[in-house]
């Protein structure tokens, strides 16, 4: 018995030169999709890290809850919540991909359909939400890649009322949003965030004494500095880094676009299963495998940019 | 088999509510560290920061080990996909240190700009 063992352990070895063993004992495409993974890791590695310099290097970054704090059909501002929500949407797409990948090694077909449905049903709802969150962005809150209203205070100050007379006072490290005429316009009688009523009544660009309006429509709220080097002076909201607005819509765009692509693959994959054609090949759903292992690692990137975009 | 099937909708169900309860903790953490929850409370930056990473980094260890199933590839496997992901441990601690002094750096910039020849501003707002 334990002759026949060795032997046959020698027989391997030689065999191992011979090809036809997987050295890394899976099939080639799902190495080379792990492979393409961690290159993919890095990319968004580069982005992600990219980000956190500029960052750190600002002292008028905005703060990210100030930022992210609408949620669908609510008026109220609720920091971070509905990122939160986005993210159980993937995780929660993440846990269908697995029991679609357990039904595959199981050979049992229906249920193999049954969960893949599921999992692109949450990739749409994500995709979806994060089509509302830049919808709100860009519509509503006028930023873009190039210009970006959301900034944060660097001194302490005064904001000046519409006579130009003193009005209520703040602290450095407040965070703002640069409104604009046209959302000012669009929701007229509507309540504003905090003393922005104070800028309504302008509704041209120019230099007024409490705003200073651009061409463009944005109302830069103008305070007196109290506080550092510049105390004395009338200031006006200057917008937010530039970076930001590049970075924050590349960055999620980029994830968004792995999304997209995930659920583009997943639905083609799914086809296929409907069609019997892995039933045929005898391969055990390896293609749900390596979908599996592509959408997992849409949902870890997405942990990442979640951590570094809005807990952080 | 049956039983491994079980054993695996077990796991895949367990690690999805141990990553949700991970999530909520975090973002709570968050919301209390930047005073939302228990009024005028603030946490420093830098200690968030880290146990927002760690946790982070646990939950990332669940889906690569457990969803991707990780655990259970050969060793070679597992070192060729991780080990290169160290390089990337040091690639944010340069890049935070160094975006770190670019910010300290910043009135000793303004003021080499300020002994320059001033070039003609167009707008009156600028960062």
Sequence with gaps: MAETLSSEIVDQDKNLWSGGKPPMKVSYGKLMMWYFLLSDAFTFAGLLIGYGALRFSMPNWPVPEKVFNKFPFADAELPLIF????TFVLLASSF???RAVQEGHEENRKGVIKWMILTILGGFTFLGC?????TTLIAKEHASIHTNPFGRLTEDGIYLNADGSEGEAFEAGQSYLIHNIKSHEAAHGESHEGGHEASVGHTEPGDYPDAFIDQEGYIHRKFK?????????IQSEPFGPKAFGGLFFFITGFHGFHVFSGVLFLTIILINVISGIYVARKNGYEMVEKIGLYWHFVDLVWVFVFLVYYLI | ?????????????????????????????????KGYVINGFHMA?????VIMIVMSAYKAYLIVFEFMHMRHEVKGLRLSVLLPMLLLVWAVIAFFYEGNDWMERRDQIIKKNEQKPAIESIEPITN
């Design chain 1, 83 to 86: 990122v939160t929500f986005m």
């Design chain 1, 96 to 98: 269908t991909m697995m």
């Design chain 1, 130 to 134: 994060q089509a509302w969150e830049w």
């Design chain 1, 225 to 233: 500095v109290t506080s550092g080097a510049d105390a004395g002076q």
């Design chain 2, 1 to 33: 088999m049956a039983h491994d099937h079980e054993a695996g909708k077990k796991l895949a169900l367990k690690t999805i509510l141990v990553l949700a309860a991970i999530t909520v903790t975090e973002v709570l953490i968050a919301l209390t560290a």
């Design chain 2, 45 to 49: 930056e830098a200690l968030l920061a």
